[in-house]
């Protein structure tokens, strides 16, 4: 995977659903809003570049841990949600496979990378999807993101799990969501 964040750039609303997370808890918010004090977050359109939103994820995880990353993931599925619904992109209780479509759009709109990178659907079968994530964006955050957009959509009990690993050598991560 292209692990570039050169002239990549993404809406500020995502490093300020960071920060959300983490009010009223200072020696957090502290380091974090130090991460991103170089940007102007006060409109959600602002463009931030995504190394400092990738660094900031990534010290979430170290610092405080995967559950608090996943957790991160489930705040910014919501303002993803919030945003296909916005533009009409999907239905406020799609289907699984809608939602993920309406995912890699979400990206490639909310993302500005001059080499196109984002989500991929990789399969979508009888209630299993395979997506591919070709963007830096923090892997374990990821579980949270899906899975929450998946408990938006029609489906019951989603699962996600890793199909591929960057971190076990394979090109891309992949994940297998599944639901019954």
């Not at 993404?10 to 809003?33: C, T």
């Not at 209780?93 to 080499?115: F, H, N, R, Y």
């Not at 891309?172 to 639901?179: G, P, Q, V």
Request: aromatic residues 8%; hydrophobic residues 35%; glycine residues 6%.
């Amino acid at each position: 995977m292209n692990t570039s964040t050169e002239g990549v750039t993404l809406n500020a609303a995502f490093l300020n659903d960071v920060l959300n997370l983490y009010d009223g808890k200072p020696s957090e918010m502290r380091v974090l809003q130090n991460m991103c004090a170089d940007h102007d977050l006060s409109k959600p359109d602002n463009k931030v570049p995504m190394k400092v939103y990738n660094e900031m994820c990534d010290w979430i995880e170290k610092e405080i841990g995967p559950i608090n990353t996943k957790k991160l993931g489930r705040k910014i599925g919501n303002t993803a949600y919030g945003a296909m619904v916005q533009f009409g992109m999907i239905d406020p209780q799609p289907k699984p496979e809608e939602i993920m479509k309406a995912l890699a759009q979400v990206a490639s709109t909310m993302i500005q990378d001059p080499e196109g990178r984002g989500w991929e659907i990789v399969s979508s079968g009888n209630k299993e999807i395979i997506m591919r994530r070709t963007q830096t964006f923090n892997s374990t955050l990821q579980f949270g993101l899906l899975d929450e957009l998946m408990r938006k959509t029609t489906a019951s009990m989603p699962k996600v799990e890793f199909v591929k690993e960057v971190a076990k050598g394979d090109e891309f991560d992949e994940y297998k969501i599944t639901w019954i």
